[in-house]
């Protein structure tokens, strides 16, 4: 069975800082790529950033380029999303997502909500 | 970037009615494999999204034969012939042409 779950996730002030975590398991993780989706409360879904099964490609959101970085550890199955310069238009829960072969995303994990205020 | 907008944002809908969800894009989807990069998810209330339409018009694994999709280029266009019950939440399109966006969402509910 299918599973990513998210953790990193809490409370931060505006201008700080949080790494997200996702794990996978039940399928070839290192055969993947992966992104992370949010939303905010209430709102709908915005796609955040896009990384390649090898880690070579990279995309992000216009709205959070600059402050985000994504990684993954094919050793680890996991990815991960680095979060720096937060604001507080970034509070949302965010979820990490499969994309199949077929350019569609498949499989997303439950979430784990940021709230950034002061 | 790709911009995705949904008509309507609210879809109060009888049972057994059927339903239409219209998606626009603001460049064409249409690659040149012969392919829309268009899918369809539905949010139903605290879940995360399913995938529903994938490709602009092939039904996922598990989807009801109630769901099709159809359109090309630059307009799309999701039916629920008749709505059920189980079919409430909210309706988002997504291209995934040039990375990725969603539109606004459409949020079905039964009168």
């Known amino acids: 069975e299918v599973q990513l779950v998210e953790s990193g996730g809490g409370l931060v002030q505006p201008g700080g800082s949080l790494r997200l975590s996702c794990g996978a398991s039940g399928f070839t993780f290192s055969t993947f790529e992966m992104n992370w989706v949010r939303q905010a409360p209430g709102k709908g879904l915005e796609w955040v950033s896009y990384i390649s099964s090898s880690g070579d490609r990279i995309y992000y959101a216009d709205s959070v380029k600059g402050r985000f970085t994504i990684s993954r550890d094919n050793a680890k199955n996991s990815v991960y999303l680095q979060m720096n310069g937060l604001r507080p238009e970034d509070t949302a829960v965010y979820s990490c997502v499969r994309r199949s072969g077929d350019y569609y995303f498949d499989y997303w994990g439950q979430g784990t909500l940021v709230t950034v205020s002061a | 970037d790709i911009v995705m907008t949904q008509s309507p944002l609210s879809l109060p809908v009888t049972p057994g009615e059927p339903a239409s969800i219209s998606c626009r894009s603001s460049q064409s989807l249409l690659y040149s494999n012969g392919y829309n990069y268009l899918n369809w998810y539905l949010q139903r209330p605290g879940k995360s999204p399913q995938l529903l339409i994938y490709?602009?018009?092939n039904r996922a694994s598990g989807v009801p034969d109630r769901f099709s999709g159809s359109g090309s280029g630059t307009d799309f266009t999701l039916k629920i012939s008749r709505v059920e019950a189980e079919d409430v939440g909210v309706y988002y399109c997504?291209?995934?042409?040039?990375?990725?966006?969603f539109g606004q969402g459409t949020k079905l509910e039964i009168k």
């Open positions: 490709l602009g018009s």
């Open positions: 997504m291209q995934a042409l040039q990375t990725y966006s």
